[in-house]
């Protein structure tokens, strides 16, 4: 990929041709499929990471419960034990 401050054209040339407009737009192309697949790719690690990420927040969400459901219990347990 040529430098960003590097001009690929000189307009004002007289020799700028109709094959130097294809090279250009040919390798714009393939550019463009590069950054395309760099950004699936890149996409695709994401989702990835989201789901691993939900299904963490999952296992901690069932954690949580059971350890609620635990204490619920023994409460319920107590208060049983006092109204007698």
Do not use: G, P, W
């Not at 790719?41 to 939900?54: D, I, L, R, Y």
């Not at 296992?59 to 023994?74: C, W, Y």
């Amino acid at each position: 990929m040529a430098d960003d401050t590097e001009e690929v054209f000189h307009f004002s040339n007289i020799e700028f041709t109709r094959e130097d407009l294809v090279n250009a737009l040919n390798e714009m192309v393939f550019e463009y499929k590069k950054l395309s697949q760099s950004f699936e790719e890149v996409k695709a690690e994401k989702e990835s990471c989201a789901m691993n990420t939900e299904q963490t927040s999952s296992s901690n969400m069932q954690a949580a419960l059971s350890k609620l459901e635990t204490e619920n219990a023994e409460l319920r347990s107590r208060s049983e034990e006092m109204l007698y």
